[in-house]
């Protein structure tokens, strides 16, 4: 069986910052599926769409390509968006979209279709509870809100995207409310999932302690 390193958790919280160290130090594919609820985003917001037309944007998420290389770019219909699905208007509007059911099961058909035969690390909101249940790494990275928020915030001025330190917070409260409150694939702690709390961590410290976890055995 292939090996599948499943992790959630809430913005902010370090799975985007140690997942691709890790895959990169244990040779597993990094499959980034926030990154495929923001092209869903982008591709609407192209197609002159708000959140309201949900028909419109659920045939779109059937409709589009998405890939990653192996460096972490991401595609949508073959053109590089890796910045362009990190800016403000697609990370306000993600989260909405990313509560529409029918765009949910697109997005958990072509994760798991992404990982077929593969190795890989996978990190989002419903990784260990629904795209991947019986993973046998699962992890649930946390930290404070102000850490979260702070991180974001320093993340976004190294990327030249301008916002707030306020912008950030109350995007990350409103983001965290509408991630675990979602109909479907909402974000939930496990009881199987190993817990870390990065508040209070370094980048290393949090990937030594999950590598060691994972190469463990
Ligand atoms: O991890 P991120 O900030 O790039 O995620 C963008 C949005 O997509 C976030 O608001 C939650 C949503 N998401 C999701 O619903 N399920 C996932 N597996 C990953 C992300």
């Known amino acids: 069986m292939n090996k599948i390193v499943a992790i959630d958790g809430p ?4 799975k985007g910052t140690v997942t691709p160290i890790i895959a990169k130090r244990c040779h597993l594919v ?3 599926t926030g990154a495929t609820y923001r092209c869903v985003a982008l591709a609407a917001l192209r197609n002159h769409l708000t959140v309201e037309d949900e028909e ?3 045939e779109l998420s059937s409709k589009i390509t998405i890939a990653f290389d192996e460096e972490g770019k991401v595609y949508l219909n073959g053109e ?3 910045s362009e699905i990190r800016g403000k208007e697609v990370t306000q509007i993600v989260s909405p979209i990313s509560s529409i059911v029918a765009v949910r099961k697109n997005m958990v058909d072509l994760q798991r279709k992404m990982a077929e035969g593969k190795d890989v690390i996978m990190e989002g909101r419903d990784i260990t509870t629904v795209v991947f249940p019986n993973a046998p790494y699962k992890f649930y990275l946390d930290a404070s ?3 979260r928020a702070r991180r974001r915030y320093k993340q976004n001025q ?3 995207i301008d916002m707030s330190y306020e912008e950030v917070l109350e995007n990350i409260q409103k983001r965290d409310y509408n991630d675990m409150h979602k109909e479907v ?3 939930k702690r496990t009881e199987d999932a190993i817990y870390i709390d990065t508040t209070h961590m370094t980048i290393e ?5 999950m590598m060691k976890i994972i190469e463990g055995d």
């Open 30 to 32: 990094n499959i980034d």
């Open 145 to 147: 809100l102000e850490e």
């Open 158 to 160: 190294e990327k030249g």
């Open 11 to 14: 913005a902010g919280s370090g």
């Open 56 to 58: 419109e944007i659920i």
């Open 205 to 209: 410290e949090v990937v030594e302690k």
């Open 80 to 82: 590089d968006v890796s």
């Open 185 to 187: 694939g909402s974000l």
